[in-house]
């Protein structure tokens, strides 16, 4: 069975995107099966990973993302997986392996517009269509927007594990608490939709810091961090065996790269002058994606 996996946390701007994204691709690299499902409507891990104009076609014609599931409900996830998502110039496959759910803007009207079966909430109505490709994967790996509306329950309700990113600061501290106050209520609000085949409910298993800039002192808002993560554990509202992972990722300029040119960082790890910039952040990607494989769930 696939590990299905949210990143979440409630203070937007940690770098989430950029950590999901290179944590799939170094996943990947290290012989994994990936399906990243976005379910941000500002679709930036989509967009990175189709690149514009393909991402531009799905968005105009308002089908062929996830939203398509729901609204009008024609099309099934499995219709919607982008396989070998990321490729070159020429449609070559240069990262296979790694595939794609794509969301577009329309997906914010999940949380306004759509009026669908109460007996049957979005995220169920995603669950169950999960299940059908669930089986071709190592991993599945939810990108959520900073908080639990309807898109992000579609990825925590289908989650078993939660990583929260991090930056050093007051304010992520403050987003995580937050989120496992709301998770809690997410939990108690779908426990009834729940089936004893999908395992337990998603649970907080690990904080990673994220883009930390050059020079910055981490170790008290690690410190803080901790103190909290114990406080939780000890009250039994994150997993037991939740930790901050000791892969750290820098912030790094190959990284805004790897965006504006639609690919992973690993796959841009030299600049224009042949020097390997980017290989500190690859290996920092590369020792969390291999942290994470280590960080199984107990059975």
Not at 47 to 57: E, S, Y
Request: with cysteine; hydrophobic share 45%; proline share 5%.
């Amino acid at each position: 069975m696939a590990r299905r996996i949210s990143f979440l946390n409630y203070k937007g701007g940690v770098g989430k995107t950029s950590l999901i994204v290179n944590t799939a691709a170094a996943l990947v690299k290290l012989g994994q099966r990936v399906l990243l499902c976005d379910f941000d409507t500002q679709s930036n891990a989509s967009i990175w990973l189709m690149k514009l104009d393909r991402w531009n076609k799905i968005n105009a014609q308002g089908v062929g993302a996830v939203y398509s599931i729901f609204d009008p409900g024609t099309a099934r996830v499995k219709d919607l997986v982008l396989k070998d998502v990321v490729q070159g110039k020429a449609g070559e496959l240069l990262l296979p392996g790694l595939d794609l759910v794509p969301t577009t803007f329309n997906l914010v009207d999940l949380e306004n517009e759509y009026n669908g079966d109460p007996s049957r909430p979005p995220f169920l109505v995603f669950y169950d269509q999960l299940r059908e490709i669930e089986a071709n994967y190592d991993f599945i790996l939810f990108d959520c927007p900073p908080n639990i509306l309807r898109a992000s329950q579609c990825g925590v309700f289908a989650s078993n594990e939660l990583y929260v990113p991090a930056n050093p600061d007051a304010l992520s501290l403050i987003g995580f608490t937050l989120l496992v106050e709301k998770l809690q209520k997410f939990h108690q609000l779908s426990a009834s939709f729940r089936q004893a085949a999908m395992g337990p409910a998603a649970q907080v298993y690990g904080i990673v810091f994220n883009a930390i800039k050059t020079g910055v002192d981490i170790e008290v808002p690690k410190m803080r961090m901790q103190l909290r993560l114990n406080q939780f554990r000890s009250a039994k509202r994150v997993a037991a065996r939740a930790k901050i992972f000791d892969a750290q990722i820098r912030d790094a300029m190959v990284v805004r790269r790897a965006v504006a040119l639609g690919l992973p960082v690993s796959l841009v790890s030299a600049d224009a002058e042949g020097n390997a910039s980017g290989d500190n952040v690859v290996n920092d990607y590369r020792k969390f994606a291999t942290e994470l494989i280590q960080h199984a769930p107990t059975p």
